[in-house]
């Protein structure tokens, strides 16, 4: 069954270094997503991409941060410049019609 | 705004009892609503949803949800429980019109006792 895949992980950073997010969503997927979990937080939605552009952001989708979808496979999460509050679980996901399908997620750990 | 409230921070069940974690939600259009699991170190697996149609859906695992328009609510059963269901539950809700970003609830820890 395909799924959605992200690398790495696991990553840490030192806070101010720029950090980049992969992803592989599901391949016949139109819909690209990006959430985030804060330890023992709730979800939180970030941004949406869709035909190649940016469909809807949150407020946490502050400059900091940025998308991309480099090539036909791969959807990328920036952030420029770290902060210690951007430790969280990071997840992918994408859709094709409602459901959306996660990935396993990257957990970021700024020092 | 759209929001999503799981009033329980764990239900406990006994394994071949049944099971309902609690989901209420609001929203201002018609309500897209869904249903993720989550394992210790895994992503958020789809379990079932409702966008429209019969009020009761059913989903992976034996697991189904109903839909209550007047009461708002959409509430996860199962009719008899696993202890490999032992897991963390999310509701989410999107406005079936407009955006696609889902609001999730804070979760729900079921704990499944042998």
């Known amino acids: 069954e395909p799924e959605v895949t992200q690398t790495p992980s696991h990553q840490v950073t030192q806070m101010g270094q720029e950090v980049i997010l992969r992803c592989v969503p599901i391949?016949?997927?139109?819909?690209f997503y990006w959430y985030r979990q804060i330890l023992g937080q709730k979800v939180e939605f970030l941004v949406s991409?869709?035909?190649?552009?940016?469909?809807?952001k949150s407020e946490i989708f502050d400059d900091q941060f940025s998308v991309e979808r480099p090539d036909g496979s791969n959807f990328t999460l920036k952030i420029r410049s770290t902060k210690l509050e951007d430790s969280a679980m990071y997840f992918c996901?994408?859709?094709?019609?409602?459901?959306?399908?996660f990935g396993p997620g990257t957990r970021l750990t700024v020092l | 705004a759209q929001s999503v409230a799981q009033p329980e921070d764990q239900v406990n069940v006994a394994e071949g009892n049944p099971l309902t974690v609690k989901c209420t939600y609001s929203?201002?259009?018609?309500?897209?609503l869904f249903w993720y699991v989550q394992y210790p170190n895994r992503g958020l697996q789809f379990l079932l949803k409702?966008?429209?149609?019969?009020?009761l859906v059913k989903g992976s695992y034996g697991f189904e949800a109903e839909f209550n328009k007047s009461q708002t609510s959409f509430h996860l059963k199962k009719p008899s429980a696993l202890v490999s269901d032992s897991a963390l539950y999310f509701c989410?809700?999107?406005?079936?019109?407009?955006?696609?970003?889902?609001?999730f609830g804070s979760g729900t820890r079921l704990q499944v006792q042998p």
């Open positions: 996901a994408s859709s094709f019609m409602n459901e959306q399908f």
């Open positions: 391949s016949n997927h139109l819909y």
């Open positions: 991409f869709y035909n190649n552009e940016i469909s809807e």
């Open positions: 929203v201002s259009g018609n309500p897209y």
């Open positions: 409702y966008i429209t149609g019969d009020n």
């Open positions: 989410a809700v999107r406005d079936g019109a407009g955006r696609r970003a889902l609001t």
